[in-house]
């Protein structure tokens, strides 16, 4: 009776298979031979040769090849080697192989051929389709995997949906002009996706830079696959269950992104272009005029002689290095442009000198490729090989010899015009340090990561105590290690500015926390109320920047009339107001490697209902950002995840979770209207407006305590540009708040590192306060000097800042 079942179950199988394998490939067969390798297993299946390591404590690595060996193991975008010490427990059966690892387990099904991933609780939370599980077909290979119907996914570099289920992506790094919602591939290939179920979750990280494909349920229901057309089947499971747990093993693999300056948090004002010289001395004279922030201006491809690169338009830039300088002492950084594609020009330097070093890309035939961008017939460095990224890095010395501070890599895919691929041949060969040839394929998508890396590497060693900044559209997995990026040319629609949210959201997941998008889309001339709402979202993103393209209206923040200018100002003072947590939550991803902007899911896994939110985010652990992103929302509403909540505009208290939907209110929100919240259990510092981020504020540091559970908080400071800070030259101090029934205490640690802080007083703000105090005690001495305002139950005392910890006790 069983036996016949099973037969029965055999014959569905293989009926499956036939019909799948037609369209699919080859399945991976049944194991043959195991043999115990360091660190894991390799497995000689019936198509194919697989090799199951332990990456690390909470990473397991999966290869699998045709061919009789595994290539050479060699990655763009993986730095941490397997340590030593990570030992995985193998055990053997006749029907599995199991390697643990303390997160969790793989265990390795022995017929068919298929692998289950199980949490430390020996739960299975992740397993191959057992219809087909790993197929070839060719040089190309799938991988598919079950999809449990209540599992989503987030990640994939700059994708526009929060939760990418239901969609299908391909990596292959792409100038998207006039991108939309469903515009696919876009501008960058970050092959990490995080998924999330139940509160449980795991990352998959498919290690190929050839064109990758990644489908979340749109070609079957119930499972979702990834491949490529060539590469390795290589790819990384990371195992949580907590998602942030995911991120940091992720950024341990892959690299964290180096400290910002402090400058680039700033608000930046861009365009394509802004010429001549006197507009862009008029436009850094305004903001400071009119008292508006700023701290970037950024100079796009017009100033350039002919758009050759590494060139100054003399006609419209005539006393350029003045004009550096000069911005400079305004406060203002300056940006330039500098694309990666070289003028086919003799007597054009960067062209002499990369022919004579042979640093140019190359056609099968040997000649060296050209396309046609910016300045015409132009060819590409090659930025596989090292000696011509060093190269490459040379050219910005005359730049940084005037004091330009930031650089960006545009149109680096590489974006190619006239051609329908809009990119270089398949076939066209590149060299790597090695000594081997490869065509294009396989390096399409690391081509634009290289070229940031080139400029990073160039500009450390051009200033060795400057932290470089480098702007790029293009990104590869660990691309974050080199530059911050930017979601390439939006336009000026409410559709848009609902999609920074995702968009941003995505990119943080993948590694890449320092992005941003142009406030006010690209292409088109938003309604001076969207522009306003988008400055207002902005000041809460990691990266500030307006931009716009050529031919479109002026987009700087008075173009609007006064009360638009106004507004814009409030939220651009309110940017600077909050840097010091924008800084310190800089210095943590860079640290580890948590996004700055982050999902609702990140900090509330177990709030199921949040999951698909992509409306509203978080800025760091604390802040909750909840924009209105519908044109069609006369009026809509925040949801909160559970707990308590403060209004960080009015300090009223709130209780969040999952709430009946309360009646829509009569009026929309005006431009001003952006909600904010604050999670009870919050510390967050605060300075006073300064008009460029070169200006030391006055006043004390405002630490704004938000009473609740785990009340705490920190701050992180430092000279804002040096690696002093490597040096012990940095600041940091930690915070917490305890409540009692008519008592709150705050407590700050001494400080560490030996930088001293720009100010002298630290003015406590603690919200939540039902009645009067009646004694604020400082060190355990009454003090005087506080300030109540009952209307908003907030307290006010101003102490002195001490290196060693202090402790402040209000009863009320
Ligand atoms: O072919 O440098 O996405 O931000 O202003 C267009 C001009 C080239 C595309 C970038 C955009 C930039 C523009 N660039």
Redesign the pocket.
Known sequence: MRKAAVYLFLAVCSVTAISTEAQQGTSIGNAARVVRIAGGVEIKAGHAMIRVTAASESVIRVRATQQEMLATDVSWAVIQRPSESTVPKITETSSKVEIAIPAGRVRIMKSPLRLVFLDEKGQVINEDDDRLPMSFAGAAFRVTKKMPEDEIYSGLGDKTSLNLRNHAFTMWNT?A?GWQESTDPLYKSIPFFLALRKGTSYGIFLDNPWRTYFDFGKASIDSYSFGSDGGELNYYFLFGPDPKKVLISFAKLTGKPPLPPLWALGYQQ????YFPESKVRELAHTFRAKRIPADVIYL??DYQDGYRPFTVNREYFPTFETMIQDLRGQGFSTIL?T?LHIAKAAGYRPYEEGIAGDHFVKNPDGSVFVGK??PGDSVFPEFTLSRTRTWWGSLYKDFVSMGVRGFWN??NEP?I?VRRDKTMPLDTVHRLDDGSKVDHRSVHNVFGMQNSRATYEGLLKLEANERPFVLT?AIYAGGQRYAAT?T??NSSTWNHLRMTIPTLLNLGISGVPLAGN?LGG?NGNPSPDLLTRWIALGAFTPIYRN?A??GSANREPWVDGPEHEQWRREFIEQRYRMLPYIYTLAEESSRTGMPIMRPLFLEFPQEEWLYENQDEFLLGPHMLVAPRVWEMAISYEVRLPAGEWYDYWTGQKVTGGQAPPKPAAAAPPAPTDLPVFVRAGAIIPHQRVIQTTQEVPQGPLELRVYPGPNCSGSIYLDDGHTFNYQRGEFMRQSFTCSQAEHSITVQTTGSEGSYKAWFSEVQFTVYGLTSAPRRVNIEGVSAQNFHFDPTRGVVTVVVPQHASSAKLEIQY
């Open positions: 100038d002009f861009s365009r394509y272009s796009d491809i442009i694309d961008v910016w545009d149109m974006a015009f559209r930017w390439g040319d142009d690209f931009h393209n050529k």
